[in-house]
């Protein structure tokens, strides 16, 4: 029995069914781990021994009844903005290589909860700024289906991690698309929820108005029984929602027949790669053959919607950075004359180039003389966004599209030109912009064999409409993974970290541990 196989659903059945143990399961992951890690560099920590403990207590937990859930038993990763207690939570960045929460991220404790046993914390774009992973501190993470490319951004360690089998479910955070891109590019799928539906209390913020944490899996119903664990209410988050409607999982069925679904134009148009096009309207056509009623309409507005976001998202950044300064954690500067530099010095050497630039963007957006010219602008027409959303939603249900213009490009390509990073956004962004919810799910390959992604997007709270059609779309064709044999006979230069001993104690990764491998000292 092959268990990296299975999706997090029928892990766990088989796991209640006794024919798999809970510490069986964490085992396999970790093995996949220590086998591919060297190359993905899908992880920044590791927490076998942890793990491995934990999975001891859930198994105790499921033969007792207590833990019924149906993933219970499942090993889950976390992105590494997510504050997770005693565990190093470092935004893959310099200015908190050394940081360890001293409280969880509810979205987290959500999964805990459900009887999900967290592995460790995936590498990540820093502070979540970029569409590729590699403005990581620690290092590049490199796409499974092949390691010359990227896997997507910000949350390309979550995605890698599912794709390569490293996990079975993983967390990301969506500020402008970094679950779904990352996830056409690994080829798995990704729901990022309606805005307030998961709580942000414990995410290291980038743009508060646009994070939102949702699941990375192998298939939809991993995704949607996920959903269901992670989306409640909680008065920590001043944007958390109250809702009675999160029983995603009712939404697995393959009937589509009054779903009626848009296709914008404009996102058909010039920069779109004919193979993803391609692909995108076959996976059109295949929910009009099962039912649904497909047509393409103007969607508008597309053109604003990378500046609005770059605006928005920049300036919001540049005030939730303020609080990295290296007076209370994190990374400090040694040897500073006085309080001015110090601060000056943590900074710049604890930011990466990618951050930094969205810092003084946003600082000049929100300056004196330059406020309403761009940042009120911007607002502007993010309503104006969101009203072109609702006309679209008035006539469908649903909003089909392509994930990203291309399939993952190779690395280096991006970094070295970030105003084409930023317009590789174009589909995603708007999603976030407005509020709603999307997901992508894999709709085939190019001729390279990268993964291409369908991206489905639906009105507020109507996720339902969403996981319905991914569903039925999905049981047209069979689960692809990369051939991660194949993929460790490529002999590779990378900086990823390396894990020399395959035992637990190896594998698990404390502060102390962490410490020897970060440039950042802890602040005492």
């Not at 599912?162 to 969506?174: I, K, R, T, W, Y």
Request: glycine residues 10%; contains cysteine; hydrophobic residues 40%.
């Amino acid at each position: 029995m092959d268990v990296l196989k299975m999706t997090a659903l029928e892990l766990s059945e088989k796991i209640k069914q006794k024919e798999i143990g809970v510490e069986e399961a964490v085992k396999a992951s970790l093995s996949q781990i220590e086998k591919v890690e060297s190359t993905v560099h899908a992880y920044v920590t590791v927490d076998a021994a942890g793990a491995l403990k934990k999975a001891r207590e859930i198994q105790k937990k499921i033969d007792s009844g207590e833990l019924t859930g149906p993933l219970a038993g499942v090993p889950a990763a976390v992105k590494d903005n997510l504050c997770t207690k005693g565990m190093l939570t470092t935004c893959s960045s310099k200015i908190l290589g050394n940081f360890v929460p001293t409280y969880t991220a509810q979205a987290v404790e959500n999964l805990e909860a459900a009887g999900m046993i967290i592995l460790g914390k995936t590498n990540m774009d820093e502070f979540a700024m970029g569409s590729t992973t590699e403005t990581s501190a620690f290092g590049v993470t490199r796409n499974p289906w092949n390691p010359e490319h990227v896997p997507g951004g910000s949350s390309g360690g979550s995605c890698a991690a599912v794709a390569a089998g490293e996990c079975f479910l993983a967390l990301g955070s969506d500020t402008g698309g970094s679950i779904r891109q990352p996830g056409a590019f690994c080829g798995v799928t990704g729901i990022k929820p309606t805005y307030g539906t998961v709580s942000r209390y414990g995410l290291i913020a980038y743009g508060s108005s646009l994070d939102q944490i949702g699941p990375v899996a192998r298939s939809v119903g991993d995704c949607a029984a996920a959903l269901e664990v992670l989306a409640s209410y909680d008065k920590k988050d001043s944007t958390s929602m109250k809702r009675d409607d999160c029983d995603f999982t009712e939404a697995l069925t393959e009937d589509v027949k009054d779903l009626r679904i848009g296709i914008p134009g404009d996102y058909l148009g010039e920069g779109l790669d004919p193979q993803t096009k391609a692909a995108v309207l076959a996976a059109a056509e295949v929910l009009k053959e099962k039912g649904a009623s497909v047509e393409e309409f103007d969607l508008s507005l597309v053109e604003y919607a990378i500046p609005a976001y770059y605006t928005i998202a920049s300036a919001e950044a540049s005030s939730n950075l303020e609080r990295f300064d290296g007076v209370k954690y994190g990374y400090r500067a040694d040897d500073c004359e006085g309080l001015h530099q110090m601060y000056k010095r943590s900074r710049s050497e604890g930011f990466g180039a990618e951050v930094k630039r969205r810092i003084m963007l946003g600082s000049f957006v929100l300056s004196s003389g330059y406020y309403d010219a761009y940042y009120l602008k911007a607002l502007r027409v993010k309503a104006m966004i969101k009203q072109a959303f609702d006309r679209a939603f008035s006539k469908y249900d649903l909003i089909l599209g392509p994930a990203a213009s291309t399939t993952a490009p190779k690395l280096g390509e991006s970094l070295s030109d970030p105003l084409k990073m930023y317009l590789g956004d174009i589909y995603t962004i708007s999603a976030n912009l407005a509020g709603i919810p999307g997901m992508t799910v894999p709709c085939g390959r190019d001729d390279q064999g990268l993964p291409i992604g369908l991206q489905l997007l639906a009105n507020c709270f109507e996720e339902k409409k969403m996981i319905r059609a991914a569903y039925s779309f999905e049981q047209s064709r069979s689960y692809e993974a990369p051939q991660m044999d194949a993929l460790q006979k490529k002999k590779l230069h990378t900086e990823s970290m390396q894990m020399k001993e395959p035992d637990a104690d190896a594998l698990h990764m404390d502060a102390l541990h962490m410490d020897a491998l970060r440039a950042g000292k802890a602040v005492e």
